[in-house]
């Protein structure tokens, strides 16, 4: 499915009305982000040195969500993570699903300050909470969600979360 014109006149217009509050800083603006997209947000953690808690940011768009309730149940499910792409250091996680043709299709974006299994495990636990309620209120469907398989690169953190 390709965007119309009308669909990037709306993305557009929607990127204008951002602000995020003109934030002296990025954790501001951040957490003014959060709110504006509430909906979007499955998870949301602020950086706290004085309890060694590390920022964590996750987010599904309902079709993201519906994605992944319907083609990662019983199928694979990809996650990939890049390493220090950013002047933070912080790593991106994407999920994907995969439809009939085997095209990849964005599930999940998280952003972690370090590349932990438990900060993993946290973000996963989430996701899956939000699913299995897609599942049961959209699709009318009983059975918690659960892939058959993940495909992961060779990180070992995503492999003991996957565990």
Same mark, same amino acid.
């Given at each position: 499915?390709?965007?119309s014109?009308?669909? %990037?006149? /709306?993305?557009?217009?929607?990127?204008?009305?951002? =602000? $995020?509050?003109?934030?002296?800083?990025?954790?501001?603006? !951040?957490? /003014?982000?959060t709110?504006?997209n509430? @909906?979007?947000?499955?998870l +949301?953690?602020?950086r706290?040195?004085?309890e060694s808690? #590390?920022f964590?940011?996750?987010?599904? !768009?309902?079709?993201?969500?519906g994605?992944?309730?319907?083609?990662?149940?019983?199928s694979? %499910?990809?996650?990939?993570?890049t390493?220090? !792409?950013?002047? +933070?250091?912080?790593?991106? *996680?994407?999920? %994907?699903?995969?439809?009939?043709?085997? /095209?990849?299709? $964005?599930?999940?974006?998280?952003?972690? &300050?370090?590349? &932990?299994?438990?900060?993993?495990?946290?973000?996963? !636990? @989430?996701?899956k909470?939000k %699913? /299995?309620? +897609?599942? *049961? =209120?959209?699709?009318?469907? #009983?059975?918690?969600?659960? $892939?058959?398989?993940?495909l992961? =690169?060779?990180?070992? @953190? &995503?492999?003991?979360?996957?565990r």
């Amino acid at each position: 499915m390709a965007l119309s014109l009308k669909d %990037v006149l /709306n993305i557009q217009q929607q990127l204008r009305r951002f =602000d $995020p509050g003109h934030a002296a800083d990025d954790a501001v603006a !951040t957490r /003014n982000w959060t709110k504006l997209n509430s @909906e979007k947000v499955v998870l +949301y953690q602020e950086r706290s040195q004085k309890e060694s808690r #590390p920022f964590l940011l996750a987010w599904q !768009t309902e079709w993201m969500v519906g994605k992944l309730a319907m083609l990662g149940h019983g199928s694979t %499910v990809s996650i990939d993570a890049t390493f220090g !792409t950013n002047k +933070y250091g912080f790593q991106l *996680v994407t999920m %994907v699903c995969f439809d009939a043709f085997q /095209n990849g299709i $964005p599930c999940l974006c998280a952003i972690m &300050e370090r590349h &932990e299994a438990v900060d993993l495990v946290t973000i996963l !636990t @989430e996701v899956k909470k939000k %699913v /299995n309620a +897609y599942r *049961v =209120d959209t699709l009318k469907s #009983p059975d918690s969600w659960r $892939p058959s398989c993940f495909l992961v =690169d060779d990180a070992k @953190e &995503e492999n003991i979360a996957l565990r």
